[in-house]
């Protein structure tokens, strides 16, 4: 009786692992979707890549190619600057929908850059523009009228005093 009920357990082991290794096989792991990038075919294979800033995980390379394998974060150009989050009292953007024209109403303390990139819902850049402010409330205006009706990402920079602000907007264009 006990070498039946060793040789039971032992095909139960058995049998547990073929069906975990069947069920299992497929699992990878996470892995991101592309919203800007591309594909590359070279004679030592083929490699996907999308733009932007990555978090190192490890970093192959030879002569002709570097490879890095990491985490995609947002592009980010403020290395070794502090950083910090645009609140709505330090920022107002308006008319939200638009129809063609954009507002951007800073109270900033202080002079310093102000830089705004526009992008579509597939990671494309489809403005950028860089204004220096004086006073820190200066309003300006962008024409979107060029445009077509879509959801845009509004990407907003302030640089002042050594620090980075930044905030990023939902901006809808629409023919109301």
């Known amino acids: 009786?006990?070498?039946?009920?060793?040789?039971?357990?032992?095909?139960?082991?058995?049998?547990?692992?073929?069906?975990?290794?069947?069920?299992?096989?497929?699992?990878?792991?996470?892995?991101?979707?592309n919203t800007s990038g591309g594909s590359n075919t070279l004679?030592?294979?083929?490699?996907?890549?999308?733009?932007?800033?990555?978090?190192?995980v490890s970093t192959?390379?030879?002569?002709?190619?570097?490879?890095?394998?990491?985490l995609l974060q947002v592009e980010s150009s403020s290395l070794g600057i502090?950083?910090?989050i645009l609140s709505d009292q330090d920022l107002t953007i308006y008319p939200n929908p638009t129809t063609d024209l954009l507002y951007i109403?800073?109270?900033?303390?202080?002079s310093?850059?102000?830089?705004?990139?526009?992008?579509?819902?597939?990671?494309?850049?489809?403005?950028?523009r860089t204004f220096y402010l004086k006073t820190g409330l200066e309003k300006q205006k962008i024409d979107l009228s060029?445009?077509?009706?879509?959801?845009?990402?509004?990407?907003?920079?302030?640089?002042?005093?050594?620090?980075n602000y930044h905030q990023t907007y939902k901006i809808v264009k629409s023919s109301l």
Not at 105 to 110: A, C, I, M, Q, R
Not at 146 to 163: D, G, N, P, R, W
């Open 1 to 33: 009786m006990k070498i039946y009920k060793k040789t039971n357990l032992n095909i139960s082991f058995i049998l547990f692992s073929v069906i975990f290794g069947f069920v299992f096989n497929d699992i990878s792991a996470q892995s991101t979707v």
């Open 43 to 56: 004679s030592i294979g083929a490699f996907d890549y999308s733009i932007g800033e990555m978090t190192v």
């Open 60 to 70: 192959q390379s030879n002569a002709n190619i570097t490879v890095t394998q990491g």
């Open 82 to 84: 502090s950083e910090e």
């Open 105 to 110: 109403k800073p109270s900033l303390e202080g």
């Open 112 to 128: 310093g850059e102000l830089s705004i990139k526009l992008y579509d819902l597939q990671g494309r850049r489809v403005s950028e």
């Open 146 to 163: 060029y445009l077509q009706e879509a959801t845009y990402m509004l990407s907003v920079e302030f640089i002042h005093a050594q620090k």
